[in-house]
């Protein structure tokens, strides 16, 4: 799989390429700015592109908006941003396009290295994964909120980790239930909310998160 | 008598006129209206008339000239105004004039504005005509004034002229300038000396010389008392005696002219002494002209000036809210960085130290163990991730990292979605924001967001950021319980404090059952659009 790492910390981009060249992927490139970036991801079209927020020339989020330039220029280029922080206004950002293929991660997740080349792999394919520390921040906002009050404990445990990325295979395992549990929960969940029914994992999750942000 | 009338009813017109317009009164329609429209060009039928009456004899030329002046008020009132100074200033001469003629022997009785002078008959200076000179200064300055005023052809010069003699000598006052007074003295004590006085047989001898004595003694304390002073009266006994050795060269004989100076009328024949005493009288004028304006200067900076005073009050007032809310962030500042060593010494520190004893101890185990060393390092790493989560909420309490990618609005916006409550926004921020009264801003609103969360059980938030006129103002709204106090919680408290270092203020209405409207007001500078760059 090709890699676009942008980390403007040679410590941390040269850690993250002998991580991620360990677990068999490709890095074709290694940038430190943003318009190194921009110009790695159009040219290069990598698998995915592995992102931090704060980047040269201005040290804001250069980053940030480099990666979405580049899927406004290229639909749906899976893009993988870290951050040493997580805001939900960042995340609505990112999944505004409804395109998936995005990941908002906190940078501590690179020392959980399954979970985060896991990570990878699922943003790779089109799906979409958020830093549990914003899912919680959601979960909270509308805990108070009329229909998610509605939702058990253990369909409320379902969802956070739907908005994670997870897939039902993974949330079973997770939550210690069978697979045919966690289908029965979300399709508890989606009746409360009020959500279409739908296979696609993807377009399951953005539902939710559209709700979740609306 | 008429005349006298006639000027007072015209000078009353016009302070009434003035006053009005002073006090801004809207102009009133009809004939008060159109008579405000005149102004001072009234004051032309008080100078036709007098100049009529002083044309002597001719009563004819009074109703001829006044009418006249009626005609150009009522249709070139413009022109009236205009040629009122100058009417002024011509009778003004012709009162130099009339006092010199009666000087040499002009008997005619005369009206000359207020006086009327009374031939007592041939070769004796008629009744009156001593006040004729002191009219005719009177109604010279008022003719000037009048030609400032009044913006008259001819005032620029006389403007330019003035503003140049008053800027000339912009030095302070040496000891130089105090000696002068020894000079101006001298000329008085000769004046005040042994004869005849103003035509009063009163000082001689003795008397005579214990006021030199005191003149003397007096000019030289003050020489050495007070420079500026002495200074002063050197440059007014200069004008005075100045215009005195005048006085004496016009109106000589009607003016005893003894010794002046150099000059002595009693015991020289006239007119060589006259030419002496003009001469002097010039120089001493000038002197006086030289030293006037240094003076002046000297004694109206001296001046306590209402405006400078009232800013004075003004600069101490602000001084001591300055010391005050700079002594305040210097707490804040303190407690703060307290509270981050405390923090980090507390948090992150020891997760790194329980790092690298977990790392140490899976060292040594590694070869005896190695699944517990293994252990021991998922611990390490727990550890780590707990440090890096702590630093996190340790910077965002410093300064939140939206606040700096982003700026205000947005951070707001990152607040507002952090709030466990729907929060309508209305952020219109047409610029940036300095950081330090943005990052002020964002913790005022992060405050009032939590208390809003924590106590009012509002169901709905609403924040509002706008910025005008260098003021930027945020308020938020909760249609809670309200009953909130800023003397009461600690929070709104340092909220006040954080602002008052800026300027800002806080603003809380709150009444029992709501709703509480908190408004934070902080003047700043706005900078233009951040342009996105990428």
Known sequence: MRVVIAEDLFLLREGLVRLLTAHGFEVVAAVASAPELLRALLDERPDVGIVDVRLPPTHTDDGLRAALQARRQVPGLPVLVLSQYVEQLYARELLADQAGGVGYLLKDRVFNDEAFTAAIRSVAAGGTVLDPEVVQKLMVRHSRTEPVTRLTPREHDVLALMAEGRSNTAIAQRLFISEKAVSKHAAGIFAKLDLALSDDDNRRVLAVLAYLES | ?534
């Open chain 2, 1 to 534: 008598m008429l005349f006298a009338i006639v000027l007072l009813l015209t000078i009353g017109c016009i302070v009434f006129v003035l006053v009005r317009e002073a006090k801004g009164v809207p102009r009133p329609d009809g004939l008060r209206g159109r008579i405000r429209d005149r102004g001072w060009g009234l004051l032309l039928l008080p100078v036709a008339m007098s100049a009529a009456a002083m044309a002597g004899g001719a009563r004819g030329l009074i109703p001829a000239e006044l009418g006249l002046a009626a005609l150009a008020i009522i249709f070139a009132p413009k022109l009236a105004a205009r040629l009122v100074p100058y009417g002024v200033l011509g009778l003004a001469v012709f009162g130099v004039h009339l006092a010199n003629e009666y000087n040499n022997g002009f008997t005619s009785q005369t009206q000359y504005l207020f006086v009327h002078v009374v031939s007592r008959g041939p070769a004796q200076v008629p009744a009156g005509a001593g006040l004729v000179p002191a009219e005719a200064g009177a109604l010279f300055v008022v003719g000037l004034w009048l030609l400032l005023r009044l913006d008259a052809l001819g005032s620029g010069p006389v403007r330019t002229l003035a503003a140049r003699w008053l800027n000339r000598c912009r030095g302070g006052i040496s000891a130089a300038h105090a000696l002068l007074l020894i000079p101006v003295a001298g000329l008085t004590m000769q004046l005040l000396g042994p004869g005849n006085w103003f035509g009063i047989q009163a000082v001689d001898g003795l008397d005579a010389a214990v006021i030199d004595l005191a003149v003397a003694t007096a000019a030289l304390v003050l020489i050495f008392r007070s420079r500026v002073w002495a200074a002063t009266l050197a440059a007014a006994g200069l004008l005075v005696l100045g215009a005195y050795g005048w006085v004496i060269t016009v109106f000589w004989p009607a003016v005893p002219g003894f010794a002046y100076g150099f000059s002595d009328l009693h015991n020289s024949p006239v007119p060589a002494p006259l030419w002496t005493d003009a001469l002097e009288g010039s120089i001493l004028l000038a002197a006086g002209l030289w030293l006037a304006p240094r003076v002046m200067r000297h004694h109206l900076a001296d001046l306590p000036d209402p405006e400078l005073a009232a800013r004075a009050r003004h600069l101490t007032q602000r001084v001591q809210t300055l010391t005050e809310t700079r002594h305040d962030a210097l707490d804040t500042a303190a407690a703060e960085l307290r509270r981050i060593e405390r923090d980090l010494h507390d948090g992150a520190q020891a997760r790194l130290v329980a790092v690298g004893m977990s790392l140490q101890a899976a060292q040594r185990l590694f070869p005896a163990s190695p699944e517990a060393a293994l252990a021991l390092v998922a611990e390490a790493k727990e550890s780590s991730s707990l440090a890096l989560t702590e630093l996190r909420d340790l910077v965002r309490g410093i300064y939140p990292p939206v606040l700096a990618d982003r700026g205000l609005a947005d951070a707001i916006r990152a607040l507002a979605l952090d709030t466990p409550l729907p929060v309508e926004l209305d952020l219109d921020l047409p610029g940036e924001v300095e950081l330090p009264v943005a990052s002020a801003v964002y913790f005022s609103v992060a405050e009032a967001l939590a208390n809003v969360t924590k106590h009012a059980g509002a169901r709905t938030v609403r924040i509002q950021l706008s910025y005008s006129s260098g003021m930027l103002r945020a308020q938020v709204t909760d249609d809670g319980s309200g009953g909130a106090d800023p003397a009461l919680g600690s929070g709104l408290a340092g909220v006040e404090r954080r602002l008052a270092t800026f300027d800002g203020i806080l603003a809380v209405s709150s009444p029992p059952g709501g709703p509480t409207i908190l408004v934070i007001e902080v003047p700043c500078a706005s900078s233009s659009p951040k342009i996105s760059s990428c």
